[in-house]
């Protein structure tokens, strides 16, 4: 997507959260088909488990609608959605954590989450995703939503509570260690 | 195709039972503002069940109204950082609100050592014990009351990690209820000032964190009781 491609797409996306926000059931329903693909995929990167994705997903728009109005059309409503998903699974982490499930999936199942475009010049699809599941949630999050998700440092940095500086940092360290898993697998 | 589950029905039909239209929050700093009509409030109502200190006049007004004024407003600063937490991508980061907490509390401890330094104030035997727990309740009180309005700002955003914006609302709100008593209490001496006062600021930082993680606990027994429900 290009930068004016993106700046249309966002100001599509706050043109329906406004008129969600005032009222108009389409808008939502708009949103959710121009919103739940790529959360899935963020979801499904994070959770490693398509099940549970879904399920947060769900989560997710349930609480966009209840705290639309918490949402300023002067900012991002991607960064605005994601941010409200990223809470979402932190909350069900910390849920699973207190009744002592975990349901992450062995490197073998994982579901087919998109991949960082520029690693894939290092490896297969498969062996991308496998490296990124050995990323730390943190990191992960920083390269779904720069690499994959195309979210700008801003944006990623409204989304995980840091700075954009932090991010960009973040983001930066991730590819890094995520190539050095790549070569380490393809080093005879 | 796009990978994604088609809109549940159960969704679907909740927005349409409940959508209506609303009008987006203002900014934090704007909600925020509520608290200076708090603030006027509450130092009347001080001064009406109290007298003023008698070393006001040793204080001058820089170190009588001018600390209210400083502690009042860093008070508020954090509370406009607790409304930011609260709201989904609007939050400054945890690192500029811890920066911020340790400068509100190095604020406080700057002031309490001016104040000592421009008046001896009222001489008390144990400066440790003597007016202690009154301080530390009176400061407690106004505080709750502060905190009580900001709680109300912060569930107004159904948030799903409010247990920091608890934290900095309860520090937040904690120091502007020592900027509101520091025009009653006349007891300067740190080792007073520091824990009774210093104290009130730390439990209402956590009752407000506390606060914030029954809120939290609340929503993720309500998540799992929803997911239990659609799996049937």
């Known amino acids: ?188 | 195709m796009n990978g994604a589950p088609p809109l549940p029905p159960e969704l679907r039909r909740l927005v349409r039972d409940e959508l209506r239209p609303v009008r987006p929050l203002a900014p934090p700093a704007r909600r925020a503002l509520v608290l200076l009509v708090w603030a006027p409030v509450a130092v009347a109502l001080v001064f009406a069940i109290a007298p003023a200190r008698p070393d006001a006049a040793d204080l001058g007004w820089l170190y009588s109204w001018g600390v209210v004024l400083a502690e009042l407003a860093a008070g508020a600063g954090l509370a406009t950082l607790a409304l930011g937490e609260a709201v989904p991508g609007r939050g400054a980061g945890r690192p500029a609100c811890l920066l911020a907490l340790a400068g509100a509390a190095t604020l406080f401890v700057v002031l309490a050592v001016l104040a000592r330094g421009a008046s001896a104030g009222v001489p008390v035997p144990n400066p440790l014990v003597s007016h202690g727990p009154a301080c530390f309740a009176l400061t407690g009180l106004i505080g709750l009351t502060a905190l009580a309005v900001v709680a109300a700002l912060i569930l107004k955003s159904m948030p799903l990690r409010a247990s920091f914006a608890g934290l900095l609302a309860g520090a937040g709100t904690g120091l502007m209820a020592e900027g509101v008593h520091h025009l009653d209490c006349p007891v300067t001496h740190l080792a007073h000032v520091l824990v009774w006062h210093g104290g009130a600021i730390v439990l209402l930082a956590l009752l407000g964190a506390g606060f914030g993680l029954a809120l939290e606990s609340l929503e993720r027994r309500r998540m799992v009781a929803r997911l239990a429900a659609r799996r049937g």
């Open chain 1, 1 to 188: 997507m290009d930068g004016s491609t993106r700046e249309d797409h966002a100001q599509a996306l706050a043109a329906l959260m406004v008129a969600y926000q005032g009222g108009d059931e389409m808008a939502f329903e708009r949103l959710y088909e121009a919103l739940s693909g790529p959360v899935s995929a963020f979801l499904r990167s994070l959770t490693r488990n398509v099940t549970r994705a879904d399920d947060l997903l769900q989560e997710t728009f349930f609480h966009v609608h209840r705290a639309r109005q918490t949402y300023d059309p002067n900012r991002s409503a991607r960064a605005w959605v994601y941010a409200i998903a990223h809470n979402v699974f932190l909350m069900s982490c910390r849920s699973e954590k207190r009744r002592g499930r975990h349901e992450e999936l062995a490197q073998d199942e994982l579901p087919d989450v998109p991949v960082p475009a520029e690693a894939e010049a290092y490896a297969t699809k498969d062996a991308v995703r496998k490296a990124l599941g050995r990323l730390s949630v943190d990191r992960r999050e920083a390269v779904i939503l720069h690499h994959v998700q195309g979210l700008s440092f801003q944006e990623v940095g409204a989304v995980l509570g840091i700075s954009t500086m932090a991010a960009k940092l973040r983001s930066h360290r991730a590819m890094g260690e995520l190539r050095g898993f790549l070569k380490e697998g393809t080093s005879p």
